[in-house]
T-cell receptor, first 113, second 112 residues
Framework: KAGVTQTPRYLIKTRGQQVTLSCSPISGHRSVSWYQQTPGQGLQFLFEYFSETQRNKGNFPGRFSGRQFSNSRSEMNVSTLELGDSALYLC????????????FGPGTRLTVL | DAKTTQPPSMDCAEGRAANLPCNHSTISGNEYVYWYRQIHSQGPQYIIHGLKNNETNEMASLIITEDRKSSTLILPHATLRDTAVYYCIVRVRGDSNYQLIWGAGTKLIIKP
């Protein structure tokens, strides 16, 4: 069974631009969560989607948004990029909401110049 | 805010048991303790979780103190491939679902 895939793996943008990251969960998994990982703040929860609906949200500004499609694939979007948005963005999938085990993808490394 | 405290780094000899401590003194009665690890350049990997009782699986054992204020992850026979950052995490109830609150992690280095 293929694991969680994320595209692109690396991305360079400039301040003020917007970016869309994609995540394909493990086949059969219906819940997708997004995390931001930085050296200073560690892993921080962004949001979780299930059945195309956002079910949970972390403490990030409205510039961070996401969506989930009927095939469970998910995208997250960051608008008006800031230097501080440079981070590794991780996607994790699980069979269901509140499932005990989340499976993480390799992440997308975003650099904002 | 993180609900867990871990030592920033630890060493362990290959073949020995690695014991990774975690303090979670503010944990609530219905909040689970989870452990994940992250090997360099990869996404985190689930290891184990527990509420009150000690737990064991093919990867590790989790020992939770009776007052639930701390726990220890045990890797019984560490190998070089166990070198990673180990995260002790508390699962809390969010607005409409559960959230994993990640700590800073312990960088475990297994030495030959």
């Amino acid at each position: 069974k293929a694991g969680v895939t994320q595209t692109p793996r690396y991305l360079i943008k400039t301040r003020g631009q917007q970016v869309t990251l994609s995540c394909s969960p493990i086949s059969g998994h219906r819940s997708v969560s997004w995390y931001q990982q930085t050296p200073g703040q560690g892993l921080q929860f962004l949001f979780e989607y299930f059945s195309e609906t956002q079910r949970n949200k972390g403490n990030f500004p409205g510039r961070f948004s996401g969506r989930q499609f009927s095939n469970s694939r998910s995208e997250m979007n960051v608008s008006t990029l800031e230097l501080g948005d440079s981070a590794l963005y991780l996607c994790a999938s699980s069979l269901d909401l509140a499932d005990n085990e989340q499976f993480f993808g390799p992440g997308t490394r975003l650099t904002v110049l | 805010d993180a609900k867990t405290t871990q030592p920033p780094s630890m060493d362990c000899a290959e073949g020995r048991a690695a014991n990774l401590p975690c303090n979670h003194s503010t944990i609530s009665g219905n909040e689970y303790v989870y452990w994940y690890r992250q090997i360099h350049s990869q996404g985190p990997q689930y290891i184990i979780h527990g509420l009150k009782n000690n737990e064991t699986n093919e990867m590790a054992s989790l020992i939770i103190t009776e007052d639930r204020k701390s726990s220890t992850l045990i890797l019984p026979h560490a190998t070089l491939r166990d070198t990673a950052v180990y995260y002790c995490i508390v699962r809390v109830r969010g607005d409409s679902n559960y959230q994993l609150i990640w700590g800073a992690g312990t960088k475990l280095i297994i030495k030959p």
